[in-house]
């Protein structure tokens, strides 16, 4: 049965007002880096809550937002998830990754340790829902997750860039070890790991230049 249609209208703007709206947002997210050193300065639960609420907000294949954030500020939890990731980092950065990943690497300056893990005082573990349980019980297929919880994550980088909080995308691999930790079932698949606090007060991040736009944009054909 199709939905019932509400009216949808967006605000009048200008082209005046959309250029100056545009440099002004561009020069917010442009600030936006990957962090990976830490202040353990609190984040209240209320203000991730608003981040998570701008992130569901994202589009989602046949609207089943099929994406869940497990967020973790237990010490104990974050220590677990350290060790595991730690072990197989060290795993891949030792062993499994091809030297040209590495060299790839290289100008970021990663390594296999994630003392950021402990420190940043919210880890938010995003998954991608494949099938979702309904309440009686049956099985719900979800439609296009991993692009859909892809667009949810990017969603709430930029709400917790805007909120003045830090976040880096870590992708410890292989991350199924993070579906145990959190009590996932097996329709759940890692996806994210979203580590989210202030910067150290002495926080750096490497100077890297952002490959330019017109490299991305193709105007026709
Ligand atoms: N998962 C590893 C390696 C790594 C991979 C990519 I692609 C990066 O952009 C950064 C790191 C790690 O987190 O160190």
Known sequence: ?????????????????????????????????????????????????????IAHTAPSGANRRPWRFVCINDPEIKREIRIAAEAEEKESYERRMPDEWLEALEPIGTTWQKPFLEIAPWLVVVFQINQEERPDGSLHKCYYPAESAGLACGFFLWACHELGLATLTHTPSPMNFLRDICRRPSTERPFLLIPVGYPARDATVPDLPRKPLSDAVQWNR
């Open 1 to 53: 049965m199709p939905a019932p249609r509400i009216p949808y209208a967006l605000p009048a703007r200008d082209q005046a007002w959309q250029a100056q709206r545009g440099d002004e947002l561009l020069g917010r997210i442009a600030a936006r880096r990957s962090c990976r050193e830490f202040s353990p300065r609190p984040v209240p639960r209320g203000i991730l809550e608003k981040a998570l609420a």
